[in-house]
């Protein structure tokens, strides 16, 4: 118990995920393959920050109950640096991908995103969720 299981393929289909969304996108927004392959670096560049950053967040949980009594004020405020510490590498590496669009691409890739922003806020949201 407590052991993580190593999923054989994982990287493979996290590339294959990556890849597939960049072709996507290649199409939508008919990307260049000098912009393509510069939004292949940004990915792997940001996956492995992003990787590096997970490794040094704290367990919200096991702070907030280092004494007896459970610190709901440390629990969020861990929670909380945790996600920023995450968004900045988000914001970041957007901002890299965001900068070598053109403004005809840019301005469709924003319609893009309300459009499935759109499509996801209207999807019910499931009352039975693990903790």
Do not use: W
């Amino acid at each position: 118990m407590g052991q993580m299981i190593s999923c054989i393929g994982c990287e493979k289909h996290r590339k294959q995920m990556i890849e597939a969304r960049i072709q996507k996108l290649q199409k939508e927004l008919n990307l260049s393959n000098a912009q393509v392959e510069k939004i292949r670096a940004i990915k792997k560049e940001g996956f492995e920050a992003f990787r590096n950053a997970r490794k040094n967040l704290k367990n919200p949980m096991l702070e907030a109950t280092k004494s007896p009594i459970f610190d709901k004020a440390v629990f969020i405020s861990t929670a909380v640096d945790n996600t920023k510490t995450l968004a900045q590498i988000r914001a970041e590496n957007f901002e890299k991908f965001y900068s070598i669009l053109t403004p005809e691409q840019r301005q469709k890739f924003v319609a893009i995103l309300k459009s499935r922003m759109t499509r996801h806020f209207k999807r019910p949201i499931s009352a039975h969720r693990p903790i």
